[in-house]
């Protein structure tokens, strides 16, 4: 049994995603600071919120995030959750985890905003969350602001938004999906696994 916690910035419905953990045979426990110690083997950070608030709220803790999870707990970050591994965004003022070197940038105005439904991946590279996955397979997106990696060997699949715009993220133990898996029916699945599978290692 995969035990994990899903970190609740207190902005949103956060069920559809507990959900989905749980009909994949994990527990689920849904936590608000890191200041217990760390019983899990692996953390969720949803996609539901801004940036300044997530941000904010997963700071807030004595004990720091980067602490919490050092280098052996797998994270998930989903939508604004993978946002939040980057520098900084122009969402918001404060800055991010600076678990991946780079930004996060609003899509351009000439694109409809927010870009909202399903759309086909990309896959750049074999990634850990994409094993199973076959390219141009849809998944479902509902987002504002695309990140900018310095380094683009950390994208393991893009999405065709009129821009690309990377999709899958993976760096060391840290996993992001700009779409939401929990929304993407039988793909989104494979991924929730394959998460849980990295979890069990």
Not at 79 to 102: A, D, N, R, V
Not at 112 to 130: A, C, D, F, S, T
Not at 137 to 165: C, L, M, Q
Not at 169 to 177: C, I, L
Request: hydrophobic content about 35%; overall charge positive.
């Amino acid at each position: 049994m995969v035990n994990l916690a899903i970190f609740d910035y207190g902005a949103g419905n956060i069920f559809s995603l507990k959900n989905s953990l749980e009909k994949s045979g994990a527990t689920v426990d849904v936590i608000t600071d890191f200041d217990k110690p760390n019983i899990y083997s692996g953390l969720l950070l949803p996609g539901v919120g801004n940036f300044d608030p997530a941000i904010k709220s997963i700071t807030k803790s004595k004990t720091n995030f980067h602490n919490y999870v050092k280098d052996n707990t797998p994270v998930l970050g989903i939508c604004l959750g993978m946002e939040m591994f980057f520098e900084k965004s122009e969402e918001g003022k404060e800055k991010g985890l600076g678990i991946i070197q780079g930004d996060v940038i609003i899509l351009p105005p000439s694109m409809k905003v927010p870009h909202m439904g399903w759309n086909n991946l990309e896959i750049k590279k074999p990634g850990r969350l994409l094993e199973g996955i076959k390219d141009n397979t849809w998944v479902y997106f509902v987002h504002s602001y695309r990140v900018k990696p310095v380094d683009n060997s950390v994208i393991t699949a893009e999405s065709d938004y009129g821009i690309k715009v990377p999709a899958v993220v993976e760096k060391r133990n840290f996993f992001g999906t700009q779409f939401h898996p929990e929304k993407s029916g039988k793909v989104g699945k494979i991924m929730i696994q394959n998460f849980l599978d990295v979890c069990k290692k």
